[in-house]
């Protein structure tokens, strides 16, 4: 069980260009998340879906696209990286139950420079 | 202001000390509380998950929630150097699973 896969691990972008972060899961949740996570910052929600083909936006959403095809996966781009995207992304599921908080994925460390 | 509030620490106890994390918030519309654990260059794991107001125990960890004054606390009993994470408080409203609100994070560090 696999649980929330992220890749890359790590990236590095020159101001300007355009990636995109991928994220699957194998738990058949509906619920998928973006969050960046800046130091002393804590995490804060970029974009969300609650199925495939519905998503919104969260706290951050500039400078962010995402669209679900699938329930398993749930990719982020960014347009154009600017220095102030240098965070670390994380890419969670959850279910819609009692007792059910986020899967997390290991992350991605992205640096614009 | 933020909605979720969390005391920012660092903290640094002694192996066998009791810990107290502590997080406010403003939205009267939470009502799942939850705290996360995250180790050093690593994704946050869920540890603790309370709906409304009470306890709930799991070995070592309560987590308590008081709505009436907006407050939740995570109490480590006989901390262990394992424990040396940063804790995340998070919290959501009744529906979309997909929107929790985190706090900045709590680092602590447990001394042998």
């Known amino acids: 069980n696999a649980g929330v896969t992220q890749t890359p691990k790590f990236q590095v972008l020159k101001t300007g260009q355009s990636m995109t972060l991928q994220c699957a899961q194998d738990?058949?949740?509906?619920?998928m998340s973006w969050y960046r996570q800046d130091p002393g910052m804590g995490l804060r929600l970029i974009h969300y879906s609650v199925g495939a083909g519905i998503t919104d936006q969260g706290e951050v959403p500039n400078g962010y696209n995402v669209s679900r095809s699938t329930t398993e996966d749930f990719p982020l781009r960014l347009l154009s990286a600017a220095p102030s995207q240098t965070s670390v992304y994380f890419c969670a599921s959850s279910y819609d139950g009692t007792g059910y908080g986020y899967t997390f994925g290991s992350g991605t460390r992205l640096t614009v420079v | 202001q933020k909605e979720v509030e969390q005391d920012p620490g660092p903290l640094s106890v002694p192996e066998g000390a009791i810990v107290s994390l502590n997080c406010t918030y403003s939205?009267?519309?939470?009502?799942?509380f939850m705290w996360y654990r995250q180790y050093s260059r690593k994704g946050p794991e869920l540890l603790m998950y309370?709906?409304?107001?009470g306890n709930k125990e799991d070995g070592r960890f309560t987590a308590q929630v008081d709505k009436s004054s907006k407050y939740i606390s995570l109490f480590i009993r006989d901390s262990q150097p394992s424990d040396s994470a940063t804790y995340l408080c998070a919290m959501r409203g009744v529906t979309n699973a997909g929107k929790s609100t985190f706090g900045d994070g709590t680092t602590l560090t447990v001394k042998p």
């Open positions: 309370t709906y409304s107001s």
């Open positions: 939205n009267s519309a939470f009502q799942y």
């Open positions: 738990m058949n949740h509906e619920y």
